[in-house]
């Protein structure tokens, strides 16, 4: 990939770690079938076949392709949703063990990074949250002590983070935090599983979802996987319409990678308060240090203007890092988030044998980890006390306010039925671009190539009928209500639709 300020591949995507297996091709059982080979799904499949059993894992694209190419890799027990919120929504002991799986899911990964050996830049380093300049730090006494009270004792307020550049003022430290390379991780965790007897198997489509007797996984090409247990690893599930949806909502988050002299900027994680916030990181790189900063988060599908937003980035990261060179990398990703901050990890509400992983909330490294390490627990049929905190079928009262506010907000989309075409004649699609132009009643989404031939597909989201918009940034269609998304051509990317946009009628 050419770097400069137009890249738009990752700064993980520039390692070729990318891995891609056969496609499957014929029925085969196995003891568990992964569908979705990111984070989760890999970290699931390795921890069941350390305990002896036979797993299949199935992916459309190359191993951790998805969302998991997009992350920043920030491995925390400082989440994103702040502890004082968890302990109000979760209680002081839904706060103990939200801090204590983060914690054990770095421990775990560092464990097995020792135990096959790999070769992905893991480090320990400290952790930096502050707030933005002559804004009150109150937020941060609160929160120091919540973190208390759920057990991480060896959080301190300190007067300023350790950067030469900009003074923060006042932050909380948080120790033994981590960052790593996921793609470098993930090829090896691959190789492990596969070395256990366990089958990847990339393009290959997951359609249809059998709970059993016997659970099995259909593919769009026939051949089917049976297994005692089916595990949903897909960033968001693709195997119900409602049941989890109807919790969670898809944001876009951007991030930017600035050359810097190597060694100008102290090693550690760094985030300020403000919602949506900032987020920091150093990646070594070449003989040289990438800054990693992101944010400027949206709703996935309700707004086109990623320029502004890498731009708004960029200034914010020259006021304080003045050293700042070219801008290397940019990228957008998509997180989920659930109305009470936590991920849904468990059993599929309604089902006995499919197990569903969603709900990044922004820390999807560590979410995915506890996901591994507790559905490996379910499937064993042994206790685990993080179950009930990450229950996929939970209802909390207090989340109740967010989530009529992000109902509310799906239902306003369909609006969208009512609003004109993006352009008024077909010949203004400039070439690489995509808009919507109404069709009878209907709309349909329409895409002019490289070539500058048109292609045209209905606008409806076959998820439950939204109509997508074009994202500029990613080359894609998004659907503003639940996230789903498809290629300029109307393939899906992400779900919860599991299906590509429908031809124009």
């Not at 694209?61 to 920030?74: C, D, I, V």
């Not at 560092?110 to 804004?135: H, Q, S, T, W």
């Not at 993930?186 to 489509?205: D, P, Q, R, V, Y």
Request: proline share 5%.
């Amino acid at each position: 990939m050419k770097k400069g300020s137009g890249a738009t591949a990752s700064v993980w995507m520039d390692s070729g770690e990318l891995t891609s297996g056969p496609a499957l091709t014929r029925d085969i059982s196995a003891d568990v079938c992964v569908v979705g080979a990111g984070i989760a799904g890999l970290t699931t499949a390795y921890l069941l076949g350390q305990e002896g059993k036979s797993v299949v894992v199935l992916d459309d694209g190359p191993n951790a392709g998805g969302e998991t190419s997009r992350t920043t890799a920030h491995l925390v027990n400082a989440l994103d949703d702040r502890y004082f919120e968890i302990e109000w929504l979760h209680g002081e002991k839904g706060a103990m063990l939200a801090a204590e799986s983060h914690s054990a899911a770095i421990d775990r990964i560092e464990a097995i990074i020792e135990k096959e050996k790999i070769e992905c830049d893991f480090e320990r380093l400290n952790g930096y949250l502050f707030v933005p300049p002559g804004e009150s730090v109150e937020i941060l006494d609160k929160e120091l002590k919540a973190v208390h009270r759920a057990g991480l004792k060896d959080v301190e307020l300190i007067e300023r983070a350790p950067m030469n550049t900009f003074d923060t003022g006042p932050c909380l430290r948080f120790p033994r935090q981590a960052q790593f390379h996921p793609l470098k991780y993930l090829a090896a965790l691959s190789k492990a599983i596969e070395k256990k007897g366990g089958h990847i198997f990339n393009g290959t489509h997951a359609e249809e979802f059998n709970d059993g007797p016997p659970p099995s996984v259909k593919t769009s090409k026939g051949a089917v996987v049976s297994a005692t247990a089916i595990v949903v690893a897909t960033n968001t599930p693709v195997n119900d319409w409602v049941t989890i949806h109807t919790k969670q909502a898809a944001y876009r988050t951007y991030v930017i990678g600035v050359a810097i002299p190597k060694g100008t900027v102290t090693k550690a994680l760094f985030w300020d308060t403000p919602d949506p916030y900032h987020y920091v990181r150093l990646q070594s790189e070449e003989g040289q240090d990438i800054l990693i900063v992101g944010g400027e988060d949206h709703k996935t599908g309700q707004a086109d203007d990623p320029d502004e937003r890498f731009a708004r980035l960029e200034q914010w990261t020259r006021e304080r890092f003045p050293i700042a060179g070219e801008v290397t990398h940019r990228w957008s990703g998509q997180v989920m988030e659930p109305v009470d901050s936590l991920a849904f990890i468990g059993r599929n509400p309604g089902n006995q044998n499919i197990y569903v992983v969603t709900g990044d909330s922004g820390n999807g490294m560590t979410h995915g980890t506890i996901a591994g390490m507790l559905i490996t627990d379910l499937v064993l049929g042994r206790d685990n006390e993080w179950q009930k905190l990450y229950d996929p079928g939970r209802v909390s009262l207090k989340a109740l306010p967010e989530f009529t506010k992000e109902n509310v907000n799906v239902l306003v989309q369909f609006g969208d039925y009512a609003t004109g075409s993006d352009v008024d004649e077909t010949r203004e699609i400039a070439v690489g671009t995509g808009a919507l132009i109404r069709h009878g009643l209907k709309k349909k989404a329409v895409y002019r190539d490289t070539n500058g031939k048109l292609h045209e597909c209905s606008a409806i989201c076959p998820h439950l009928g939204c109509i997508v918009d074009w994202n500029s940034g990613e080359k894609t269609w998004d659907c503003p209500c639940h996230g789903s998304r498809f290629d300029p051509f109307g393939k899906v990317l992400n779900g919860p639709a599991n299906s590509g946009l429908g031809p124009v009628d």
